[in-house]
């Protein structure tokens, strides 16, 4: 008994002085074991978090027949949004291995490319996974439902794509837009 009321006191004199980060919500990352994102996103929602796992449709191909499948963009990780001193509502769901952190301290994403990737696949604007760019033309989107998001201009197939980069997971997604609205960094 003596334990848990010094655990406590503790605690409640740790938190007194949090910062608003702690208080208020941001989008971070939780990295998901192997092929686990979508039942994590199932129990995130059962337990009221806001989380955000993007798909992208893919056709698979077998002997006897064709399957449109939807997979994860990024796989291995779910966005959450949520205040950092509520972090154990994802720590604690089965599957997730932990929340993409820097000296210690989960990093937030900013809000900007959260919201460009939900408009994007709300869009329906046709988006898969890209390997990591870093290096390349970097374009700007001057109107759609991007408008205003940076990447890598990338020509396949007499179209053109941006590759978006999340930098802090060292991820990236292309997608397909027209030439005339972009513009050059």
């Avoid at 408009?119 to 988006?127: H, I, S, V």
Wanted: aromatic share 6%.
């Amino acid at each position: 008994m003596m334990i848990t009321s010094s655990i406590l006191e503790r605690n409640e004199r740790e938190t007194a002085h949090l910062p608003t980060q702690f208080e208020e919500p941001h989008w971070y990352v939780a990295h998901t074991s192997a092929n686990h994102e979508k039942r994590v996103t199932q129990q995130l929602q059962e337990r009221l978090v806001e989380n955000f796992l993007p798909l992208y449709d893919s056709v698979r191909r077998w002997k006897d027949r064709r399957m449109k499948l939807q997979l994860p963009l990024f796989p291995g990780y779910v966005f959450v949004r949520l205040p950092l001193c509520e972090r154990l509502k994802v720590l604690q769901v089965p599957g997730v291995a932990r929340l993409i952190s820097f000296n210690g301290l989960p990093a937030a994403l900013p809000d900007k490319e959260i919201e460009a990737l939900r408009t994007g696949l709300a869009a329906q604007l046709r988006t898969e996974p890209h390997p990591y760019l870093t290096v390349g033309r970097r374009v700007r989107v001057k109107r759609g439902p991007l408008e205003g998001i940076e990447g890598i201009l990338i020509r396949k197939k007499k179209g053109c794509r941006v590759v978006i980069s999340l930098n802090l997971i060292m991820r990236s997604a292309a997608v397909e837009v027209e030439a005339a609205d972009l513009e050059r960094i």
